[in-house]
């Protein structure tokens, strides 16, 4: 079991810049790969990015590539999303993923969610 909690969302100007965090809690935390998703309002939860247990292989969105960074720290049990540039369609609530040995694209193959964490991008 794993239990996640984000933080660092908030309202920031187009062009600016956040970093997210999300704490797991529990232990093996470098036995999962993790993934940020995002939800805007009447909008289906999508992926925004992926990192794998300990190689730091990593996936995104196609439309995030190039702004954000995802990155992980096991030694703190701690995964981060640094986003760069950022424009008002990447307002959301982020939420931060689990899943045992793998990581992906695909919000079903996640098993442990965070609360999520509210960012909002003003033009």
């Known amino acids: 079991q794993v239990q996640l909690v984000e933080s660092g969302g908030g309202l920031v100007q187009a062009g600016g810049s956040l970093r997210l965090s999300c704490a797991a809690s529990g232990r093996a935390f470098g036995n999962y790969g993790m993934g940020w998703f995002r939800q805007a309002p009447g909008k289906e939860r999508e992926f925004v990015a992926a990192i794998s247990r300990s190689f730091g292989s990593t996936l995104y969105a196609d439309d995030v590539q190039g702004r954000f960074t995802i990155s992980r720290d096991n030694a703190k049990n701690t995964v981060y999303l640094q986003m760069n540039s950022l424009k008002p369609e990447d307002t959301a609530v982020y939420y931060c993923?689990?899943?045992?040995?793998?990581?992906?694209?695909?919000?079903?193959?996640?098993?442990?969610w965070g609360q999520g964490t509210q960012v909002t991008v003003s033009s």
């Open positions: 993923a689990a899943q045992k040995w793998t990581y992906s694209r695909n919000r079903n193959e996640y098993n442990y």
